[in-house]
């Protein structure tokens, strides 16, 4: 009973389900007179010849003198941080990296006499020694030199470095009586 019953409401459903859907009866002609006003939301732009009269007024006015004192300005606050700081940020290459002291000083050694215009320094981080090649500002100065030693040390790499500024001059010395 209580499946027959339960076959009746779901043959029921099914048949409600596939009732056919009433269309709507908006037809073409019912929307042909529909109109919608948006030019309050319309961005307009003004005329051509109202612009090229605008930017010739503005550029008579402010001139190559504008940008010059923008760019003094903005150079000298560069310069002023810059000669603040006590290092600077740029690029070497490291032609040797290990703990062998004497293959660190024949390196050094090769470098001196078969590239005499390179600056050729050598660092002792504890427990290995560093032979280095340059001081560059950005990776693409060091790549001239990275490839003419390439051929001959070719663990060579550029490495990113921190470099003491030459002349640098610490604003508030601290006293030896103040520590």
Not at 90 to 111: I, N
Not at 119 to 124: A, L, P, S, T
């Amino acid at each position: 009973m209580k499946q027959s019953l339960l076959a009746y409401i779901i043959f029921a459903l099914f048949l409600s389900s596939c009732a056919p859907l009433k269309k709507r009866d908006k037809s073409a002609e019912a929307l042909a007179n529909y109109r919608e006003d948006i030019s309050g939301t319309l961005i307009t732009f003004p005329e051509l010849s109202e612009m090229a009269i605008s930017n010739e007024t503005t550029s008579t006015i402010s001139g190559e003198m504008a940008v010059d004192k923008d760019l003094a300005t903005s150079l000298k606050t560069f310069r002023e941080r810059n000669q603040s700081d006590r290092n600077w940020s740029g690029f070497t290459v490291l032609v040797y990296s290990g703990v062998d002291r004497e293959a660190a000083f024949k390196t050094r050694d090769d470098l001196y006499t078969n590239f005499e215009g390179m600056k050729v320094e050598m660092q002792y981080q504890q427990p290995r020694y560093l032979v280095k090649v340059g001081r560059f500002i950005n990776r693409i100065e060091a790549q001239a030199y990275f490839y003419q030693l390439k051929n001959e040390f070719p663990a060579a790499r550029i490495v990113p470095e921190r470099f003491q500024r030459e002349g640098y001059v610490n604003p508030d010395p601290i006293q030896d009586a103040e520590r």
